[in-house]
């Protein structure tokens, strides 16, 4: 072998090496880099029948089958949210540090009272809805993780309904909603077995395994193309009409001394 050719061939082997430990490297560092569910549950007691209970699964269910045109409409008809049965009063508590951005906002719906909390370097945001009294923490509070922010309330407003805290994970332009599964360092498929008669699946009979577990559901994109208008579903659609959700609550008290109206 020539001189030459010994050359390009040590040449050759020596970059394959500073490869091979640059791409080692990397994935080392990648493991060193906290990856872990950045978020808490919003309820200091554990699951219980006198604390709390999972309640309905975030995407495909059959009550947003049955009931998206009234209660998903912006949301592609699924349920955007996670759904823990509570009584009314239950502490709900931040799942994260964070901002307050919005306290009744109309815009979100799940009256009777709600609060969007920012989550600042997460790329996230938090819903919480159908919260018993308007909260104390107004826009540009800082709260901390574990910080009690609202009491859970009821849709209906009678506490004695349908009594629960809907809670979401969205970006931070709200636009979209994602499932929480991999947010919470939680066994949900164990809070489920333990809930109530827990909202389960909506089945298409012509796509017959989609959307039918705990992980796998869809993004949801607001405004976007409605997914589960099926033709051919199981169970089959129910005739009555969904409850129709007490509106959020409007601030009816006197201006702040600074707010001028125009």
């Given amino acids: 072998m020539g001189a030459d050719k010994l050359t390009n061939l040590m040449r050759r082997c020596g970059l394959a090496v500073a490869a091979g430990l640059m791409l080692l490297l990397a994935s080392t560092t990648r493991a060193q880099q906290p990856d872990g569910p950045p978020f808490s549950l919003p ?48 502490p709900v508590h931040a799942i994260a540090d964070g901002v307050i951005v919005v306290v009744d906002a109309e815009g979100f719906g799940a009256g009777p009272h709600n609060l969007v909390m920012e989550h600042p370097g997460t790329g996230y945001t938090s819903f919480y809805g159908h919260l018993l009294e308007l909260p104390t923490l107004r826009k540009g509070d800082v709260v901390t993780r574990g910080q009690q922010i609202g009491l859970s309330g009821d849709p209906d407003g009678t506490c004695g309904s349908r009594p629960h805290l809907h809670l979401e994970i969205r970006s931070p332009d709200y636009l979209t909603s994602y499932n929480p599964v991999s947010f919470f ?60 959700d007490t509106p959020v609550a409007r601030d009816l008290g006197p201006l702040p001394e600074d707010v001028e109206v125009r």
């Fill in 43 to 90: 309820f200091q007691e554990p699951a219980g029948p006198t604390t709390w209970l999972y309640e309905q699964h975030f995407g495909n269910t059959t009550s947003a089958f049955n009931y998206g045109n009234v209660w998903y409409l912006y949301g592609q008809g699924l349920h955007f949210g996670v759904d823990f049965e509570a009584p009314c009063g239950t």
């Fill in 185 to 244: 360092d939680v066994n949900w498929h164990m809070l489920a077995s333990v809930g109530p008669s827990v909202n389960r699946f909506q089945q298409d009979l012509d796509t017959p395994r989609r959307w039918m577990k705990i992980e796998d559901q869809p993004d949801v994109i607001m405004s976007g193309p409605y997914l589960n208008n099926y033709q051919r579903p199981w169970p089959p659609r129910l005739e009555r009409r969904a409850p129709v």
